[in-house]
């Protein structure tokens, strides 16, 4: 089996097209800012949501909705009332978390990895610019950048603002926190998506380690390159390394131009 890779390759090495001085500048921004931001857990439902890798279907790590179908009725009422920004529950099996109307908060997060013990492979995720579903990530209509953000790390937005995008429609930054991975997922399903979804990836200190493997999990590649674009088509996941390591998805349109050299650059 081969990855579906970009331009018949893995991924696209897109430092002789970005700037890449700014980055480790941008890297102690970042870290001065990160304690100061609300931290968001993400990614407790990755097999409740049928994107994880075959081969990581049956791991021991327990998924969110594993853990909520086996609360009582009254602990799931309880459960869902912890978070009071999302409607009550009516409903015994409406679906919670990622990707549904009633995402978890921080307070719900703790409360499955404590008592539960649900694994959340991203302890960091902030929102640059946030997207309400995962199918609206590529249109910029209506949204902005996080206030937070552009206040506590005003050259990172810029930079971001000043990438070759048309209109952004979700920028993130995911960091994995020691000891943790990321599983090997995908963010969309070969055969069912016309085009690869356009976006770029930026790992400041270039020590991410994201990996890209194959629809059998026989192949191995590692994303060296600090600011990159990968076909979330092909799974990717980040593997344990005793240290905390993040990069920033941007996701959006690309620039007609921008689409044009790349295009001739690498196809």
Request: glycine share 8%; aromatic share 10%.
């Amino acid at each position: 089996m081969k990855l579906h890779g970009i331009f018949g390759r893995p991924y696209l090495d897109l430092t002789g097209l970005i700037d890449t001085a700014p980055l480790a500048e941008l890297d102690e921004e970042i870290c001065r800012a990160l304690p100061h931001l609300p931290p968001g857990w993400t990614g407790g439902t990755l097999k409740w949501m049928n994107v994880v890798a075959p081969w990581q279907r049956d791991d021991p790590y327990r998924d969110a909705m594993d853990a909520v179908g086996a609360m009582s009725p009254a602990e799931r009422r309880a459960f869902v009332a912890m978070n009071p920004d999302v409607p009550p529950l009516d409903d015994g099996d409406a679906p919670l978390g990622d990707e549904t109307d009633r995402p978890f908060n921080h307070a719900q997060c703790v409360y499955l990895e404590a008592r539960h013990g649900v694994y959340f492979p991203w302890k960091t995720c902030v929102h640059l610019v946030e997207n309400d579903r995962w199918e609206d990530k590529h249109s910029g209509d209506g949204k902005v950048v996080s206030e937070a953000c552009a206040r506590l790390m005003p050259r990172t937005v810029e930079y971001v603002r000043r990438l070759p995008f048309r209109e952004i429609g979700r920028a993130v930054l995911f960091g994995v926190h020691p000891n943790d991975h990321a599983p090997f997922h995908r963010d969309a399903e070969p055969g069912r998506e016309l085009s690869i979804a356009q976006s770029i990836s930026i790992d400041p200190r270039g020590d991410k380690g994201l990996v890209l493997r194959d629809a059998q999990g026989g192949s191995r590649t590692e994303v060296t390159a600090r600011v990159h674009w990968f076909n979330d088509m092909d799974y990717h996941g980040v593997e344990a390394r005793p240290v905390f390591r993040y990069s920033i998805r941007v996701d959006g349109v690309f620039e007609p131009e921008f689409a044009r050299r790349l295009r001739a650059e690498f196809g």
